[in-house]
């Protein structure tokens, strides 16, 4: 092994390390005396203990390994922290750069600010023990663990000149979703793309036990990475002097290897996928803290996880071992009088927007450019009379889709992702501007697939989600397609981004970045072929439990609002926008324009399919594609059987309009949601997903006592398209009957009309038993004026 | 390469695989003509062609070589499918082995039985085209991909007499779940546990592009496998001959390799952790499939993926390719005249139970034995008035389950699970009964970990579900304990398991298993160390969505409640239950008679709180242990400030109870609710999570329009327990406030208060910032009647 580093220059690395070390104990306890100039006294220790030392010192000496090479090397660098609460050391990190400071000029490079930098720390007011959207430098929350690694490769995507350094803690290295994000390598194209360098950080606990990688063996551990198609470095021990030489001589060789795999492949052209370096990192948990407490040993253990002092307060040894661990950094070393760090180790971290707080990747909405898009109009299907055309939506939104992948081409800020699904989705269209990408071996009757393609597909929607919140986070823009019942796997990620997006909407430095957007498609109603368990429409309901500032939902009911609603959804910014429309050939209604002013109004009557005169009789609405069918439908049915029957027909493209004002943005006024729900007048309401879900949008409105909506009620399995909106009564037949049931002046009608309804069902039930498909009636069936 | 099988075995073995291919596409496309004793016509197809080929002929190629190796070592055996639409291989198996006609016997062995067979297949009225309840020998869906593995070794945990063979299909690989699942063998011990014998299924692609593993080369492939810490045997080709004798010798050597490790590791004891078999088959994707369709090539593509022929209707030469694909197989030699399958064929297949359809372990509630329990009235804590005690309620329940671990140590039919976190739970007395499981190094300084421990903790929430899944499927008990946040990881394996229930109660020979029950603790409220990315109690809304008859979600609110609600989880069938209950130390209020009534119940006044007369001026209700606390706090000011106001409290333990009879069994009546919610009386609701659920769940209720809830508004961050109440105005000055704001007969005093309430929460605010922690009063805060 190679000593690349001075004996100066290894001291002042090992000091920078203590003084990051020194900063990280001082925010989990001090709230007074944050330089030790006086002797340590209780009223100088927060009354509340909270925070996590385990796996600070491990990330601490990662940072200050790679501000080394980030000079040396002049590197754009990133650091990804995955561990859980590594809150201290990064923020005692980008405090020491100066970022910390630019950015909260309160926490100053004195002694008043390290006290408020100590006070803040897990503190009421103050900031959290995790890698939150308040740190500077930060992608990644760190609270939910495992998704490091597939932000890195998100990052790292199209931004060829940065290297993004993750660092995987043991713990989240046992998700599902750290597991399978090594595979991200086979999407990373050199030629194209920037690096990740992975360090997993073995400090071989978690919580209360060990963890799986620390102990399986270097062996089994080589052969792990080898076959992950990394090459692994490992760098293991206990002494700091002689870690810091293997450090620096590794990072050393891995980021030579890096350059010289980018090299070669920017000169002559992407030929095999390399074996990128990786490093394994094995020091003990909670390095340089107290060996041992109480007897029990605590370095390299899991008692270092949390708190490893906790009864400072109860005993006055606890509190003379915190002034040992801390006086054992030698502050006085580290920091000027006036608590200021010395010049000698300030000159160890990088300048300007090379330090890694400070790196604009890792702010991206101050990278962010609007994605040029083309005039979506120029894509719509022509409707000259609602109901008469069959248009495929998804299919249409491809075509625009890949017009957008076209203009942007030069840019290289807009990719595609989705679990293999988007050919089955229809947005086959996007293929003829670009492939797959895929950095794995490609075969001759292999098509659309190539290591330049802007499609992400790997069946994984985790790596989907992960890899296009690390793309966004760094100020670039896309699209999440996916069947809608599996999107679902992804249920907790979405949860922690709309929390980032939250948070750091209330953080000032902060720029907007683009919005998440899913098309959720192969939706409920046509997964009629795949059965139960493709039928899900419950990711609505999850997605509204967020803020209001952060959650839009759509459901355009046909090609030309899918459209509108795409169109808006790439402009806006830190959105989580959820799209849910089919992909099968069905009606189209609206015109071009109908759609634009429909999309814009968020809910709105249909003339066409409405011949009341301000007073109906009920008012049948709908939300979804399928919904809006049955309805109009029902519709006709009842307008063949009741003439003077007068409905009225609403649609609901925006849910979120249904919520009252002061709930969401979108909620419609009371005044306007009173005249088109008249109150005391019956709605028949046709919802695309679970029922409960527009009750619980709009019980503080006035009509809501006299809405009763249909929509799936968790039955389904393979049968016809038809049949599943049968056996959850949100067909034509069950919303008509609905209406009937609910207009006094339709009372005396209402048996023969059941009768009416009980023999179509009939009927319909022993057709497809019979023909295993639709009557030809439904399969037919188009709105007309009657 | 050995030849273990002689030239007739051979020929017969190829002619049984033959005969489930046959099936298989009879399944897919045919309605009629089923032995093709006529030539094809159209009027024999089916007219709605839905289906998957693409992984048929490999499952079928397993089934049949785990048939013999059952039948020649008397193996106890069953087969988990993992690739998706496996439907048609393990439906045409178990009908060949004869399970299928024993378990519906109009799918008789004969010619109208084969029709019927084809027909039913993803037909309306039928069945579907995954592995799902339906199928005989199944325990795993395939519908939603990922959870094979994980089922596998949870199927093998305390079954040391079998051999779970599982196929994961290479599609599946991918995803996270199954990625980190491989890994599940550093948790299985030789001695005590059964076997897992994975069997990778490469055949190269998924709907539409290459997989992953497929395309990393041999290498990469074997290291990955030898990093996961298994011995991997390759069996790879393309013609059936040489692949069944590769096959055939490869199961000799695997399962001779399996019988060895478990009898050294049954005769000494285990020792060390054993490199386990697993088999990577690679063969082409629709194997047996049409070669090429309308030029291009199909067998050995995604093409292959789902109908390979699918115009059949339209193109005559599609037919007659369908007749000769059928006829390849050689269906004369195969079935007799009158369908049945012919002896020498037959002979093959195990018998009785030893029939992988026909294996109890995958019909567990016919294993399933009563868990024996304690009395858990021996764990109450003595509570001699309400309030005035201060218990932990998750570890009381401890208590409990450390006796329910021994009590049934010799059935070994119990296992508790949990992401790293039991300890952090306060579940910590089970460590008095058993250990963490554990195969991996174990080092002298670890505690409470062995191979023979029966909790089961990996940070991968995931792996916790999937091995209790499996692990109850196959007739165990079991308990999760989580945080409640990151339960969102496996919303959508909830999904699948709650349909898996639901339709599993309709499949008449299907058995009821013990209820998967969540214990979620580290709740919202007290995650203020944690911060914002831990708080998140929207999962109830998650599971309430599934059909009631499967969903059942408690909130007890002190620890006798939680020891007779988790008793009486443990003694339910067939259900999700979902428990939410704190950690901390708080106030108990129900003594144990008390509290089995109250759970009982489900709601119900609590009359030391409450000093109405029948006609409250308002109602304050609560569910959840923080909720509790707060409206007991708030009804005690309210009761400080207007002696003469008449409140009425309400707890509800049973969320479900809130809901109409007709939505939930457990649904209160009408004529009790609005007894206990006097309709016209406001009702101040704390709630425990967002508080639009229980709008949700109340809008059929009369006395909805005077409810106002409050409870969790996705407000958090790091900060004390208190504030996080403050924050979200569930905390008792909001409640209080609430209330007299709402009391027509409070109206002049509401200014006073609003006054009062904003004093107390400055003082609040300016304390928690100066001293980092919660004001002695509320600290200290006791229930007193005043």
């Known amino acids: 092994m190679n000593e690349p580093l ?61 501000n080394r090479v980030i000079n040396e090397l002049g590197l754009d660098m990133i650091y990804v922290t995955g561990p859980g609460h590594g809150g201290p050391g990064l923020v005692a990190n980008t405090y020491l750069e100066g970022t910390y400071t630019e950015y909260y000029p309160e926490v100053s490079q004195d002694e008043a600010g390290l006290k408020k930098l100590f006070t803040q720390f897990s503190f009421p007011g103050g900031i959290p023990s995790h890698v939150a959207a308040e740190v500077p430098g930060s992608i990644n929350e760190g609270g939910e663990l495992g998704y490091s690694l597939m932000h890195a490769y998100g990052a790292a995507f199209d931004n060829p000149d940065l290297i993004v350094a993750c660092v995987v803690g043991d713990g989240e290295a046992e998700t599902g979703a750290l597991a399978t994000s090594w595979h991200s390598n086979k999407f990373l194209n050199p030629a194209r793309d920037g690096a990740v360098l992975p360090i997993l950080h073995l400090n071989g606990y978690k919580i209360a036990s060990p963890t799986v990688l620390a102990r399986i063996g270097h062996d ?128 160890l971290a990088p300048v300007g927007l090379r330090r ?181 429409p419950g990711f609505i309901d999850h997605v509204v439990n967020k803020k209001a500032g952060v959650i839009r939902v759509y459901l355009p009911p046909d090609a030309n609002t899918l459209l509108s609603v795409v169109d808006h959804c790439l402009r806006s910014r830190d959105y989580i926008n959820v799209i849910v429309a089919g992909k099968q050939p069905a009606p189209q209604y609206l015109d071009c324009d109908a759609a634009i002013a429909h999309c814009a109004a968020g809910l709105g009557v249909w003339r066409f399919a409405s011949n009341d005169d301000g007073a109906p009789d009920a008012v049948i609405a709908c939300a979804g594609d399928v919904p809006t069918m049955e309805a109009l439908a029902a519709t006709m049915l009842l307008r063949a059987h009741f003439p003077d029957l007068k409905t009225r027909f609403v649609n609901v493209v925006d849910l979120m309009a249904l919520q009252s004002p002061s709930q969401h943005p979108h909620g419609v006024d009371d005044t306007k949601f009173d005249q088109m729900f008249v109150p005391d007048t019956p709605v028949i309401f046709a919802y695309h997903g679970y029922p409960a879900l527009i009750h619980r949008l709009t019980y503080r409105r006035t009509s809501h006592r006299n809405l009763h909506v249909h929509g799936y009620r968790e039955e389904g399995t393979t049968t016809t398209p038809f049949d599943m909106t049968v056996i959850n009564e949100l067909d034509r037949f069950h919303l008509a009957k609905a209406v009937v049931d609910r207009v006094p002046r339709l009372e005396e009608h209402r048996e023969a009309f059941s009768r009416f309804v009980d023999d179509k069902l009939a009927e319909h039930f022993a057709y497809i038993r019979e023909h295993g498909d639709d009557l030809p009636e439904i399969l037919n069936w188009r709105w007309t004026d009657v």
Not at 20 to 48: C, E, F, T
Not at 232 to 259: C, N, S, W
Not at 375 to 396: K, L, Q, S
């Open 6 to 66: 001075s004996p100066e220059l290894l001291a002042r690395i090992d000091a920078y390390w203590r003084a990051a070390n020194y900063l990280s104990v001082g925010q989990i306890y001090l709230r007074d005396n944050p330089l030790l100039k006086q002797k340590l006294r209780l009223a100088h220790v927060k009354p509340r203990l909270v925070g996590h030392w385990g796996t600070t010192p491990g990330l601490n000496f990662v940072y200050v390994h790679l």
């Open 220 to 347: 089994e551990l080589e052969s792990l990475f080898r076959g992950y198609g990394y090459a692994p470095y490992f760098v293991e021990g206990e002494d700091p002097a002689e870690l810091h030489q293997k450090m620096a001589a590794t990072l050393d060789e891995t980021l030579a290897a890096i350059r010289a795999i980018q090299t070669e492949a920017r000169a002559n052209g992407f030929s095999r996928r390399p074996a990128w370096p990786m490093i394994v990192l094995r020091t003990p948990k909670g390095w340089s803290g107290p060996e041992e407490v109480d007897g029990k040993k605590t370095e390299g253990t899991w008692r270092s996880h949390q708190v490893p002092l906790a009864r400072i307060a109860e005993d006055p040894a606890h509190l003379q071992l915190l002034e040992d661990w801390l006086q054992s950094y030698r502050p006085q070393e580290l920091f000027d009088a006036t608590g200021k760090l010395v010049a000698e180790l300030a000159a």
């Open 356 to 536: 890694m707080g400070a790196n604009p990747h890792a702010n991206g909405g101050v990278l962010l450019a609007d994605l040029k898009l083309p005039d979506f109009r120029d894509y719509a299907i022509d409707v000259p009379v609602p109901g008469a055309v069959i248009g495929e939506a998804t299919r249409v939104a491809g075509s625009f889709l890949r017009d957008v992948m076209r203009l942007n081409d030069a840019e290289k800020n807009f990719r595609i992702f989705g679990p293999d699904e988007t050919e089955s989705n229809r947005l086959s269209a996007v293929f003829e501007a670009t492939d797959r990408a895929f950095t794995g071996e490609i075969i001759d009757t292999d098509i659309q697939l190539s290591p330049d393609g802007r499609v992400m597909e790997i069946l994984s929607e985790h790596l989907c989600q992960g890899w296009l919140e690390g793309y966004l986070l760094t100020g670039r823009h896309g699209f999440f397609s996916c069947y809608e019942a599996f999107i679902h796997i992804v249920d907790s990620m979405v949860n922690q981004h709309a929390k980032w997006l939250k948070v750091s909407k209330e953080v000032p430095w902060r720029k907007p970045i683009a919005s998440l957007t899913y098309l959720l498609t192969s939706h409920v109603w046509r997964q009629d072929h795949n059965g139960f368990s493709h039928q899900d």
